[in-house]
């Protein structure tokens, strides 16, 4: 509850565990969406999208039923990409691990709303990419106190917005985008946590490359579990075919290997193994440094 004559809200958020230790303010239970009004939509208290998708009484009619049905298609699309995981994982259609790469880049997204956990500093989001060609994109900002003399100490955090395209986030295809974006924000959200977060001894630098070959590697094993070939997603990186023609596991592999790294040289002008882009540790994401 608002209480106008305060100038405050007179109730907390009902979900008491939402605060995170990297974000002080969130354990204030009266701050609802961050302190931030104008950039998150937060009705219940529990899940932040960013400011191309929130509500304001202030919008047109049209476009509040505008944004509204981009809520609700993208919040249909992560229920169809959950459902689909949860059945390969009660069917055992994939490997442990395969299953388990698969169901945490869902979970990383967070919980949708209302669900324990949601508030997780991950925003989504339509608008324009940085690429034209491209239907989503995750971008990074890591905030780390370097007060600590002690490096492998700092304490290092990750605001991470996944934006779709509108034409996107209404086609058919979204679930697999929130699993591949889902991808990069599990690299992202591993790589903050690692300590020492920058230096020669930080193992957890991933590329590019290595990161793109990880979300299609990701929508591979989603497009088996459902028995689907990728090309009718758009995404060529499984053939149903390869576990009929290759019964060893070995050759089935390297036709999903062939598959993703063709397909990201193709979309990515050229990265490769050997030509891997920019590296994570190169701060090719804004970073904010705490004195």
Known sequence: MYAKNFGRFSSPDPLLNSGRPNAPQTWNKYAYSANSPLRF???????????????????????????????KKILAAYDKARAEIDKAIAAKKLSAEKLAKLNNALNSLGPKPGESGSDNGVTIGVGNLSKPTAVGQTDAEFTYNQSNSDSTK?????????????????????????VHEGSHVADLQAYAGHRPFFGAANTARLTDYQTEYNAFEVNSYL??????????????????NWAKVDKKLPPLEDSRKTAINSFVSTAYNGLSASSPGQDFSSFGYKVTRKP
Do not use: C, H, Q
């Open 223 to 240: 497009f088996e579990a459902m028995g689907k070939n990728g090309s009718d997603y758009d995404i060529p990186v499984w053939n149903n």
């Open 154 to 178: 700092d304490n290092v955090s990750a605001a991470i917005s996944v934006t779709f395209t509108e034409n996107y986030a209404n086609s058919g295809n979204l679930f697999a985008g929130l």
């Open 41 to 71: 939509n937060d009705k219940t208290g529990l899940f932040e999208w960013d400011e191309s998708l929130r509500d304001d009484e202030t919008l047109t009619k049209k476009e509040r039923e505008r944004r509204t049905g981009l809520r």
